[in-house]
């Protein structure tokens, strides 16, 4: 009995491996060291809160377009710095099938 339950844990420890994406050339999930102080943080989110405080009725359609870029690039350079653990979908499922087939 014992062993038949190893194997299903097995089987499905395989299968949630297969299901996520691995690729070994993927950059974008390396993590990176904060290079940015405090205070070059703050400058950021100053800029943030200034786009948002903007009267956006009064640009033209180009300048509209250029203010939204630049708020993307900032929310990117935020994320970008701010660090953080990130998790997917199938390893907090497998995590928690792991926690309740070994409780």
Known sequence: ?????????????????????VSAND???IP????MTP???QVLIDRLEEIKKIDKSTL???????????????KKEITRNSGGV????????LVILL???LL
């Open 99 to 101: 926690l309740i087939l």
């Open 27 to 29: 950059t974008k999930n």
């Open 60 to 74: 033209t359609k180009a300048e509209r377009k250029d203010l939204r870029n630049e708020l993307k690039e900032t």
């Open 32 to 35: 990176v060291e904060s290079t």
């Open 86 to 93: 990130y998790l997917s979908i199938g390893a907090i499922i």
């Open 1 to 21: 009995m014992k062993n038949l339950r190893i194997a299903w844990v097995t089987v499905i420890v395989l299968f949630f491996l297969g299901l996520s994406p």
């Open 39 to 41: 205070a070059e943080m």
